[in-house]
């Protein structure tokens, strides 16, 4: 008799999930709230990046958060009824914008995420859509030479761990 699993998000993470069961001999329902590609995964672009392994608390972005928060398409909302019951996460996660925790992080992710296209490869192959999948980087684009400046502890925790960075002038883009 064979067995039957529900998985609930068809994000990354669940679409993944559904598909290694379904290679071991499983039936497979799985549950999306939203429309495909329209939920958590959304935000990540379909990007597979070994080197995406910086944390989200990032050290000096508390100096950001006044100026996230007034602008309606920033990147943080919190509805203001809500800030009381927020704010101990908030504080805590503010807590971890720290060099020492964002290498923490760093080091922490990069062996989780080196082999990351093997691990996708058998099924993207399965699902038959090997022409989807493209290695060809990642390009950073910075608004002035000051935020490129800023970026550079970033940019130095990603070529310790590994990544192969090129920086590029406006001649070279030119």
Aim: with cysteine; net charge positive.
């Amino acid at each position: 008799m064979k067995r039957h699993v529900v998985v609930v998000g068809a994000g990354i993470v669940g679409a993944c999930c559904a598909g290694w069961l379904q290679r071991k001999g499983f039936d497979v329902t799985l549950i999306e709230r939203d429309r495909p590609g329209e939920a958590t995964s959304f935000g990540n672009a379909g990007s597979l990046s070994p080197a995406a392994i910086l944390p989200v608390a990032m050290p000096g972005m508390h100096r950001d958060i006044p100026g996230w928060l007034l602008d309606p398409l920033g990147p943080l909302t919190v509805r203001w009824s809500y800030l009381p019951r927020a704010l101990p996460w908030l504080l805590r996660f503010l807590l971890r914008a720290n060099t020492k925790a964002m290498w923490h992080t760093g080091n922490s992710m990069r062996p989780l995420l080196r082999d990351l296209y093997a691990c996708y490869e058998p099924l993207v192959k399965n699902a038959g859509v090997e022409d989807l999948i493209r290695r060809v980087g990642t390009l950073y684009v910075y608004d002035s030479e000051a935020e490129f400046a800023a970026s550079a502890p970033v940019e130095r925790m990603r070529r310790q761990v590994g990544a192969r960075i090129d920086d590029v002038t406006p001649a070279d883009i030119q």
